[in-house]
T-cell receptor
Framework: EAGVTQFPSHSVIEKGQTVTLRCDPI?????LYWYRRVMGKEIKFLLH????????ESGMPNNRFLAERTGGTYSTLKVQPAELEDSGVYFC????????????FGPGTRLTVT | GNSVTQMEGPVTLSEEAFLTINCTYT??????LFWYVQYPGEGLQLLLK?????DKGSNKGFEATYRKETTSFHLEKGSVQVSDSAVYFC??????????FGDGTTLTVKP
């Protein structure tokens, strides 16, 4: 069974540009989460999808970030326009059961904004 | 809100030394607790978990016990190897499935 995959693995963009990150969860996992680790600090929650619906987007930093999960399969996270402080590693995770909380993480996308 | 406090790193040990990485948490209700590991160049992997008080999670020689009275979930290993060098994250998950992580502790094991 394939794990959670993320694309690209690394992206370097200039301030003001747009970047779109993609996450493919494990097949059959209804729950999809986005997290971010900035400057070697803690991994912070961004948002949670259940199928195609946003269950909790309380961690989204501002309206420059837009997440979608059309059809309840893969998800995209767009940053537009990117700022320097958006640099970090963006992780995606998926789970089958929300309550037990065991999430399977992707390898992450390292975003560098210059 | 929920929070996780991890022992600050980095931690450097010699091979076969005993490892403890402290983790305490603050949460409402009864969260599940986890340790994740990130090896160099790889993504996060679940190392072990515990879903209720007094549960002990174990894997690859690592252990952690869910202590509700001290709100702790300390990670231990009796004899570390060079291959254990990685970043270790303590985390909790609430009933909504939302995870809260600690800052991560970088472990370097020297031969």
């Amino acid at each position: 069974e394939a794990g959670v995959t993320q694309f690209p693995s690394h992206s370097v963009i200039e301030k003001g540009q747009t970047v779109t990150l993609r996450c493919d969860p494990i097949s059959g996992h209804d729950n999809l989460y986005w997290y971010r680790r900035v400057m070697g600090k803690e991994i912070k929650f961004l948002l949670h999808f259940v199928k195609e619906s946003k269950q909790d987007e309380s961690g989204m930093p501002n309206n420059r970030f837009l997440a979608e999960r059309t059809g309840g399969t893969y998800s995209t996270l767009k940053v537009q326009p990117a700022e320097l402080e958006d640099s970090g590693v963006y992780f995606c995770a998926s789970s089958q059961e929300r309550v037990r909380g065991e999430q399977y993480f992707g390898p992450g996308t390292r975003l560098t904004v210059t | 809100g929920n929070s996780v406090t991890q022992m600050e790193g980095p931690v450097t040990l010699s091979e076969e030394a005993f490892l403890t990485i402290n983790c305490t948490y603050t949460a409402t209700g009864y969260p599940s607790l986890f340790w994740y590991v990130q090896y160099p160049g790889e993504g996060l992997q679940l190392l072990l978990k515990a879903t209720k008080a007094d549960d002990k999670g174990s894997n690859k020689g690592f252990e952690a016990t869910y202590r509700k009275e001290t709100t702790s979930f300390h990670l231990e290993k009796g004899s570390v190897q060079v291959s254990d060098s990685a970043v270790y994250f303590c985390a909790l998950s609430d009933r909504a499935g939302k995870s809260t992580f600690g800052d991560g502790t970088t472990l370097t094991v020297k031969p």
